[in-house]
């Protein structure tokens, strides 16, 4: 008789929104991590700890750098 472990029911929790934290190893739902890496850093704190900066930090500065008020001037 097989039994198989996969299927409605067998498991109390969802596992597929678990994700262990890449920084602290911390198992974590992905859908409540602040972290705008939430696939895999439990927490902003984490993320910025590992990676120097966060995600959200840098793509803020991407979008004022992208808006250089472009008046370049034709060099002829
Ligand atoms: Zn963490």
Redesign the pocket.
């Known amino acids: 008789m097989v039994d198989t472990p996969i299927g409605p029911g067998s498991t109390g929790m969802n596992l597929n929104h678990i994700k262990v934290?890449a920084?602290?190893n911390?198992r974590y739902d992905w859908r409540k991590s602040p972290s705008s890496m939430k696939m895999t850093?439990?927490?902003s704190l984490?993320e910025k700890a590992d990676l120097g900066f966060t995600l959200e930090a840098l793509l803020r500065y991407e979008r004022a750098a992208a808006e250089p008020e472009a008046e370049a001037t034709p060099a002829v």
């Open positions: 934290c920084r602290c911390l850093y439990c927490s984490c």
